[in-house]
């Protein structure tokens, strides 16, 4: 073991392991997956204005987000600023990019105010699901409702954005 690496002690464990317990995302997972997720886990901090990921990176991760603030944008077209897709916060899920090939991020994610996350491994999630079917089904569902609001969300943004252009 790298002694420059500093290991998780069983105070943050537990409380790593709370805050997935009490997440939107993962509450009422059982135990053994409460358990799993911890083990490709850590808390995540972002200061107002810091990008977590840009449009066509790589997507190898995703986060639960505690409290704080997230812009989802896309570039434009014209290359000017980036067109805010959504707001999300406490309680929000911010990526799912990583489940789906070509596993490259769809947006930008800028933090608006300071924000804490858990930072999952998506890779390493992917790996276990695999080993785990019944983890990887429970995520599957999860994230389908995820990207179902985000949709639903996209759509009545774009409704009010044509009803105020007068189309």
Not at 112 to 135: K, M, N, P, W
Request: with cysteine.
């Amino acid at each position: 073991m790298n002694s420059a690496t500093p290991q998780p002690n069983a105070e943050f464990s537990a409380r790593l392991i709370e805050e997935l317990r009490e997440h939107p995302f993962t509450r009422g997972l059982n135990d053994k997956h409460i358990q799993v997720l911890a083990s490709c886990a850590m808390f995540s901090d972002f200061k107002a204005g810091e990008v977590i990921f840009r449009e066509g990176e790589i997507a190898n991760r995703f986060y639960l987000l505690i409290n704080g603030e997230v812009s989802l944008e896309s570039a434009s077209a014209q290359d000017t600023d980036p067109v805010q897709i959504q707001m999300i916060g406490a309680g929000d899920v911010l990526g799912w990019s990583w489940l789906f090939p070509p596993y490259y991020w769809r947006f930008n994610a800028v933090a608006v105010t300071d924000t804490r996350a858990i930072f999952l491994y998506g890779t390493r999630l992917q790996e276990l699901s695999e080993d785990d079917h019944d983890l990887g089904y429970e995520l599957m569902k999860r994230v389908a409702s995820v990207v179902i609001n985000r949709l639903q969300a996209a759509r009545k943004q774009l409704t009010e954005m044509l009803d105020r252009a007068g189309a």
